[in-house]
């Protein structure tokens, strides 16, 4: 019931905040503050509900997996109860609604799989709800890339607003043009569920009688997958290709002629789908994208700041005046031409200062990349906040591995490199479900101003699944995470390398592809509740070839 309602369940919610309210300033909020959700309060309202149903029928059969969940699940709870923000942790914030509910509703899921998952008859029953409900999320998506949005039609947004649609007023979804989102909110999600579709309808296409039924299904999956422009699907994608072809062996002559049919197709879908967007699927699947950064990031001194970078400036105080100095202390003279000041020394060139006529203390530096306000006062530099308030500049801490990455996956290189030092500033508990968006240095003003031209950019996920849970639920959740990914991924390979396509096989194939996109998208409501559910499907299914072999 769950993995067929969840990416159906599109239904519109509204409530009128506090502006003191910390729910208020953790996201954007609409007129009059008023919070509008469409794609995740309710889902998390429904997991939980089917949360509290799964543990109470849950069985007492136990396992080191199912020991696992419930070590999760109490740890989950600990870090709401201490969390920085108790109402995010629970909740989850705007727009997100990922809180502790849904945490704890996963691990319900996982547990109860563990268990429900060891009769065929139930799998079989589970795998046909996904794929029915995802017909209907593909199709959608289809008809969005097409330019045709079943959600903001008169029908589809009557729908989605509970027939009450002079309550939302006029709400249009926009992720570009020719962009698939489905009913997951963002195209990046619709990539990570459309890439455990596929191979789950690729599978069956090799394995069941019904060819042509599956295999039509396997090209909607794919369409949606390349559609959704996903880097992080593709990345999936490439992956689970190369297990599926490591665990056919034999097989690859029995299937051959499957195979040659459904790739050939897969080719046109692409093929087509590139040409009506004038090449676009193949633009934006350039995953060397984003030019490597010159300028990292910004620290006060004594007296003054460093710019860090491939050439660090330090500017410091005069009497009248500010001076600049490389890194090696010797000082850059400025010099002008057509009425423009610069830097006079190789390096520095591009950067440009102009001082304000209306305080002499104001300067303005700026290069190609970024401008960015100075001000001297009280022996301090400062700068403008996204208010336009002035406040002290401060050094934030970076991950200097990263340095000159920060554009790489659409930034993602920059909210790594201010992420990971977030790991040990709580490695216990974490900040609390959700309370990434509390953690992360929203004071980052060069930073942000620099990578995204937006100063007041709001960052609230870090596109890293395994940083989301180091960060909101500490070290030892992640541990547990990653231990419980990796003896499945052992064991799943070892034990499906046997020469042919299964059951087991595809479905381990559409988890670790998820777990691929994990290392660039973050957990979500719409989607993680599939991947629990197929998860735990999987170790079973291991578990069962392991057993047959022995």
């Not at 997991?47 to 396992?63: A, C, D, H, W």
């Not at 297990?243 to 062996?249: I, K």
């Not at 401060?394 to 991950?399: G, M, N």
């Not at 909101?472 to 990914?485: H, Q």
């Amino acid at each position: 019931m769950i993995s067929f309602i969840i990416p159906l369940l599109v239904l519109g919610y509204s409530k009128q905040l506090d502006p003191g309210s910390i729910r208020y300033i953790t996201a954007p909020i609409g007129a009059e503050g008023i919070q509008y959700d469409f794609f995740s309060y309710y889902r998390e309202v429904f997991l939980g509900v089917g949360g509290i149903v799964l543990l109470l029928l849950e069985g007492r059969r136990s396992n080191l997996y199912k020991k696992a969940g419930v070590v999760m699940t109490c740890l989950s709870i600990l870090s709401c109860i201490f969390a920085e923000s108790k109402e995010v942790a629970l909740w989850g914030i705007n727009g997100r609604f990922e809180g502790a509910i849904a945490q704890i509703a996963y691990m319900a899921i996982f547990i109860a799989g563990l268990e429900v998952f060891r009769e065929k008859r139930k799998r079989d029953l589970v795998v046909n709800a996904m794929l029915i409900s995802s017909v209907v999320v593909f199709i959608i998506g289809i008809m969005q890339f097409f330019g045709y949005n079943f959600l903001e039609n008169e029908i589809g947004y009557k729908l989605i607003t509970g027939f009450q649609s002079e309550r939302f007023g006029d709400i249009v979804f926009r992720f570009g043009e020719n962009a698939i989102y489905g009913t997951h909110f963002n195209p990046n999600y619709m990539g990570s569920y459309a890439v455990i579709m596929f191979f789950i309808g690729l599978g069956r296409y090799l394995t069941r009688r019904k060819n042509l039924l599956y295999g039509c299904y396997t090209l909607l999956a794919y369409g949606n997958l390349v559609g959704s422009h996903s880097r992080a699907g593709q990345l999936g994608y490439y992956g689970g290709l190369l297990l599926f072809l490591l665990f056919m062996g034999g097989d690859i002559k029995k299937y051959w002629r499957k195979l040659t049919v459904i790739m050939i197709l897969i080719y046109g879908v692409w093929q087509g789908m590139d040409t009506w967007s004038q090449e676009f699927l193949g633009r934006r699947m350039d995953f060397s994208s984003g030019e490597r950064a010159e300028i990292y990031s910004i620290k006060p001194i004594d007296r003054g700041v460093v710019i860090e970078g491939e050439h660090n400036l330090i500017i410091r105080e005069t009497l009248d005046s500010i001076e600049f100095f490389d890194d090696q202390g010797r000082k850059i003279e400025v010099a002008r031409e057509g009425g423009i000041a610069y830097l006079d020394r190789k390096g520095y060139r591009n950067y440009r200062i102009q001082r304000s006529g209306s305080n002499e203390n104001l300067y303005l530096l700026s290069n190609k990349d970024f401008s960015y306000e100075l001000l001297y006062s009280d022996e301090k530099f400062y700068t403008r906040d996204h208010r336009g308030k002035y406040t002290p500049v401060r050094e934030v801490e970076r991950f200097k591995l990263l340095d000159g990455y920060e554009n790489k996956g659409s930034k993602r290189g920059y909210i790594w490199s201010r992420s990971i030092p977030l790991l040990w500033t709580r490695p216990l508990l974490g900040w609390g479900q959700d309370n990434y968006v509390l953690a992360f240095p929203q004071d980052d003003f060069f930073g942000k101003g620099l990578f995204y031209g937006n100063r007041g950019m709001l960052v609230d996920k870090p596109h890293n699944y395994f940083l989301q849970i180091g960060i909101n639920n500490g070290l030892f959740y992640l541990a547990i995470t990653l231990i419980l990914f990796g003896v499945y991924f052992i064991k799943g390979l070892i034990k499906e390398v046997v020469g042919e396509i299964s059951e087991s096989s595809y479905i381990f194939i559409a988890s670790t592809a998820y777990m691929i996109t994990l290392l660039f998208n973050d957990s979500v409501v719409s989607v993680a509740p599939v991947f629990w559910c197929i998860f735990s499907m999987g170790i079973v299914l291991v578990d069962e070839r392991e057993k047959r072999f022995l």
